[in-house]
Nanobody, 125 residues
Framework: QVQLVESGGASVQVGGSLRLSCAAS?????????MGWFRQAPGKEREGVAS???????TYADSAKGRFTISADNTKNTLYLQMNSLKPEDTAIYYC??????????????????WGQGTQVTVSS
């Protein structure tokens, strides 16, 4: 049974930083892994933030470029999202996703096999 457990969400001030973690159990960050971070703000659709493939290729939403960094530690089976220079518009529930059969990295929301339960990030001014 695959479980993805996010952590690291918190309430921070504008300009602050957070590092989100997604610990995977039952899913190995092996030769073909594909993982991603998504977020959903109240009243909005879930959107892709960043994604990473096993070969190290990454992709970011325009809103995340230059501020967020996605990385993975396959020895710990853990995905990370380092978020710097946070803005109020980054406020959302952040979800990690794993195992997409093709087209990785991608910000598309569809065809991910596994999702975590989410962690809340709140940025206040």
């Amino acid at each position: 049974q695959v479980q993805l457990v996010e952590s690291g969400g918190a309430s921070v001030q504008v300009g602050g930083s957070l590092r989100l973690s997604c610990a995977a159990s039952g899913y190995t960050l092996g030769p073909d892994y594909c993982m991603g971070w998504f977020r959903q703000a109240p009243g909005k659709e879930r959107e892709g933030v960043a994604s990473i493939a096993r070969n190290g290729d990454t992709t970011y939403a325009d809103s995340a470029k230059g501020r967020f960094t996605i990385s993975a530690d396959n020895t710990k089976n853990t995905l990370y999202l380092q978020m710097n220079s946070l803005k109020p518009e980054d406020t959302a529930i952040y979800y990690c996703a794993a195992d997409r059969p093709y087209g990785c990295p991608t910000l598309r929301r569809t065809e991910w096999a596994y999702w975590g339960q989410g962690t809340q990030v709140t940025v206040s001014s």
